[in-house]
């Protein structure tokens, strides 16, 4: 089997899976759902159409980030039943090939959540974008993969450690800063209609770019940490 | 784990007392040249905390690159040299530590500043949100490190440093590419940068003293860690030799 082969039978294995038991899809989808709900407490989204505009690109990727975190501390956890991690690290396949298809996987399930979730978030915020809203179908991409790429690392980093759920978010808020503000000022530049989405899709661009390359060169030793 | 290192006697090496020694004095005369510089044109005697806040704010920018420099060697060592992997992991958390003890004090001196230059205490500009996030990886750093179970601690630490690392070069060019409300970087910042020739003694006695300062806590540092290390293998030894004592002793009595 070549590299690409391997990546795709992590793959299939994820999709399988999450096909069997829409665990993550499920909990995500009615997370994101709920924290759009509770934001609209904040403000009044109807009233105030300049004001949506201005703060629903960081609203949408805070909820898609949370959302995104409670379905990323299981992706890991599934291979721990049966030892089935250790099987992976005895298997002759690349480390990183197992996660480029877990993080393919997590990208999948979280862009199927933004399929939905944003449709129900312009109902719901009243929103009407003013700048080119083409542009969201590179932004949105580009943020999940930002986001599920380090999520899927810190995910496996978290398994050795004692309180695996609250390291997490520790851990990814921080180093996730840059890319959060990237797609948020993406997004909202679209939404508004102000300013050119340009620059940030580069910052973000460069962002998964450096992380992609350093997840994938650093998982052989997270893997095989002890 | 770690598994000999020379014990050495519980004092300070002479050559760390004399660098401490020299340290004192460097610091007595910083404080000294900033509170004789001439007063600034604008904000009179209140400008010279920025004596104190451009050292702990470069300097903050030095030490996570010993962090990540330790934390390569780690790896690097982790299967080849076990010692010297223990050394570089204890180097690594020290310059760590002290990375977010320097970023500390240039948050809160340039709290204080942006106090009394801009009238307020916070803006979320870009060079101080981005410095603001370069404390929390840190801060981070050092929680991953407590949270982590024993044996594995020093494999995490050391990939979440070089992810933390790849973040401040961004955190450093934040400054170039988003409208900031910080001034423009105080050295090579363009035409009009660069500070009055009459304060220049203040800056570099600070910058000197802070960084003998800084040397010299990474080094206390990582010598109590060493012997930290030392002290929990001395103990697992010890575990064992009573062990394998009992066992002996019981093999004896049976053999009676």
């Excluded at chain 1, 480390?95 to 999948?108: D, P, Q, R």
């Excluded at chain 1, 979730?117 to 109902?123: D, K, M, Q, S």
Aim: net charge positive; proline share 4%.
């Amino acid at each position: 089997m070549n590299y690409a082969q391997h990546v795709l039978t992590h793959l299939r294995k994820d999709l399988r899976l999450e096909w069997r038991t829409k665990d993550s899809i499920n909990g995500m989808l009615f997370f994101a759902l709920l924290v759009v709900v509770v934001l609209a407490m904040a403000f009044d989204p109807a009233s105030y159409p300049d004001m949506t505009r201005q703060i629903s690109g960081g609203l949408l990727w805070v909820a898609l980030l949370f959302a995104a975190m409670t379905a990323l501390n299981q992706s890991w956890a599934r291979e721990t039943h049966n030892s089935v991690l250790d099987a992976h690290r005895l298997s002759e396949a690349p480390a990183s090939a197992l996660f480029i298809g877990k993080a393919l996987a997590n990208f999948l399930f979280v862009s199927a959540v933004e399929v939905v979730l944003a449709p129900i978030f312009t109902v719901f915020y009243n929103l009407q974008p003013l700048g080119q809203t083409w542009k969201l179908l590179i932004i949105l991409p580009l943020g999940t993969w930002a986001l599920v790429v380090n999520g899927t690392f810190f995910s496996a980093l978290s398994l050795r450690t004692r309180n695996r759920e609250t390291l997490l978010p520790l851990v990814l808020l921080p180093i996730s800063m840059p890319a959060l503000l990237a797609m948020i000022q993406a997004t909202t530049a679209v939404l508004t209609g102000q300013f050119e989405p340009t620059l940030w899709i580069k910052v973000l661009l460069a962002y998964v770019i450096v992380f992609t390359t350093a997840c994938v060169l650093l998982f052989q030793t997270v893997l095989s940490a002890d | 784990m770690v598994t000999k290192i020379p014990r050495s006697n519980r004092t300070m090496p002479k050559w760390a007392q004399g660098w401490l020694a020299l340290t004192f004095i460097a610091l007595v005369y910083g404080f000294y040249q900033a509170m004789a510089a001439p007063r600034e044109a604008t904000m009179g005697n209140l400008y010279r905390v920025f004596f104190y806040h451009l050292p702990h704010a470069i300097l903050s920018f030095v030490f996570p690159y010993l962090n990540l420099a330790a934390s390569f060697l780690y790896l690097f060592w982790r299967k080849r040299n076990v010692e010297r992997a223990a050394a570089a992991d204890a180097f690594a958390l020290a310059s760590a530590e002290v990375t977010v003890l320097y970023a500390t004090i240039g948050l809160a001196t340039g709290m204080l500043w942006g106090r009394a230059a801009w009238g307020i205490w916070w803006a979320w500009d870009a060079r101080m949100t981005t410095y603001l996030l370069l404390w929390l990886l840190y801060v981070c750093y050092l929680l991953v490190r407590s949270f982590s179970s024993t044996g594995q601690t020093a494999v995490i630490a050391a990939v979440l440093a070089i992810f933390a690392a790849i973040d401040i070069p961004i955190c450093f060019m934040s400054i170039r590419w988003w409208r900031t409300q910080h001034p423009a970087a105080v050295f090579g910042g363009g035409a009009n940068s660069g500070i009055d020739p009459s304060m220049v003694p203040a800056v570099l006695w600070n910058m000197i003293a802070w960084a003998m300062w800084g040397a010299f806590l990474v080094g206390m540092r990582y010598a109590i860690e060493r012997r930290r290390q030392q002290d929990a293998n001395a103990e697992a030894l010890g575990i064992l030799n009573d062990e394998e004592a009992a066992v002996l002793t019981h093999r004896l009595e049976e053999a009676r």
